[in-house]
């Protein structure tokens, strides 16, 4: 199993640029979750989706939009690049077995915004 | 005031020190208390995991909770070079399965 897997691994973009990063899971999992982190700020969640079919917005949703393809796949897209969206973002997944379930994270992708 | 509250650090510990890292918290209705482990370059990984108060350990790793003081503490016995990371923790009241992460505090454990 490849757990959480997250392309690409890095991508330098220009202000106003947009591009889409690409999330897979192979664990049946039924949650999925988009967070940045950023140096001193922790992780913090941009969408989650908690079954396929349904995202909602999480604690820094602006500039961004997400699309739940299937039960696999959790793609995260910026239209329209900042600087400020220079961070290093992680996707998450996790069973929905209890109140709160163990999120396995991917690899994380390196975006930098020029 | 950010939700919780954690020091970045670094801390620098000799091989074999005890080392204990913490966070505070705002929110009363938080239960459930994780901390992750994060190497660089890599995600991060779960480490312990508590519900609500009191102890819980695994080998070397020990994790405390006090609800009444909205304090999480790690402890690391025998601290080793291989548990230099970022250490995060990670809190949720239980509902929507999210959580709410410290800002992670990096550990150096020199041989």
């Known amino acids: 199993n490849a757990g959480v897997t997250q392309t690409p691994k890095f991508q330098v973009l220009k202000t106003g640029q947009s591009m889409t990063l690409q999330c897979a899971q192979d664990?049946?999992?039924?949650?999925m979750y988009w967070y940045r982190q950023d140096p001193g700020m922790g992780l913090r969640l941009i969408y989650y989706s908690a079954s396929e079919g349904t995202t909602d917005k999480g604690e820094v949703p602006n500039g961004y939009n997400v699309s739940r393809l299937n039960k696999r796949e959790f793609s995260l897209r910026l239209e329209s690049a900042a600087p400020s969206q220079t961070s290093v973002y992680f996707c998450?997944?996790?069973?929905?077995?209890?109140?709160?379930?163990?999120?396995?994270f991917g690899p994380g992708t390196r975006l930098t915004v020029l | 005031q950010k939700e919780v509250e954690q020091d970045p650090g670094p801390l620098s510990v000799p091989e074999g020190a005890i080392v204990s890292l913490n966070c505070t918290y705002s929110?009363?209705?938080?239960?459930?208390f994780m901390w992750y482990r994060q190497y660089s370059r890599k995600g991060p990984e779960l480490l312990m995991y508590?519900?609500?108060?009191g102890n819980k350990e695994d080998g070397r790793f020990t994790a405390q909770v006090d609800k009444s003081s909205k304090y999480i503490s790690l402890f690391i016995r025998d601290s080793q070079p291989s548990d230099s990371a970022t250490y995060l923790c990670?809190?949720?009241?239980?509902?929507?399965?999210?959580?709410?992460f410290g800002a992670g505090t990096i550990l150096r454990v020199k041989s």
């Open positions: 664990m049946n999992h039924n949650s």
């Open positions: 998450a997944s996790s069973d929905t077995g209890g109140p709160v379930s163990e999120q396995f």
């Open positions: 990670a809190m949720s009241d239980g509902y929507g399965n999210k959580l709410v």
């Open positions: 929110n009363s209705a938080f239960q459930y």
């Open positions: 508590t519900y609500s108060s």
